[in-house]
C-alpha cells in the first residue's frame, strides 16, 4: 500500500506538529530550517511517527525546495491517513 499526499510545510516553526488539512494539503510546521534538507527530513520523521511507520517509509518525492510538497507513504492507506490527520477539505482556490 502506497499513499500519496501533498502538504504545506513551514519551517522553523516553534514546535513540531501537524496542524491538519488546508484544502487538499497537509498542514505541517517543524522547527527545522530549510536548509540542506533538515525541514523535509523532519517532516518525514515527524509523519511516520504520526502514522507509526518506519521513517524510511515517508519521503518527499517532489517540492524538495518549496514550502508546498508531495509525499509518498509507504505502508499505509487513505483510510489510516484520515483516522489520523481527519478527512480532507476542499481544494482552496
Known amino acids: 500500500m502506497r499513499v500519496v499526499l501533498g502538504a504545506k510545510v513551514t519551517p522553523k516553526a516553534g ?3 501537524v496542524v491538519g488539512w488546508s ?3 497537509l498542514a505541517v510546521r517543524v522547527s527545522a530550517p ?3 534538507g533538515k525541514a523535509n527530513e523532519a517532516v518525514c520523521a515527524l509523519l511516520a511517527r504520526a502514522l507509526q511507520v518506519p521513517k524510511s517509509s515517508v519521503r518527499v ?3 524538495h525546495a518549496s514550502r508546498h510538497k508531495v509525499l509518498e507513504v509507504d505502508g499505509v492507506d487513505g483510510r489510516a491517513i484520515e483516522r489520523v490527520f481527519g478527512t ?6
Open 15 to 17: 514546535s513540531d506538529e
Open 23 to 25: 484544502g487538499t494539503e
Open 34 to 36: 530549510p536548509d540542506k
Open 61 to 63: 518525492v517532489r517540492g
Open 88 to 93: 480532507q477539505g476542499p481544494p482552496v482556490l
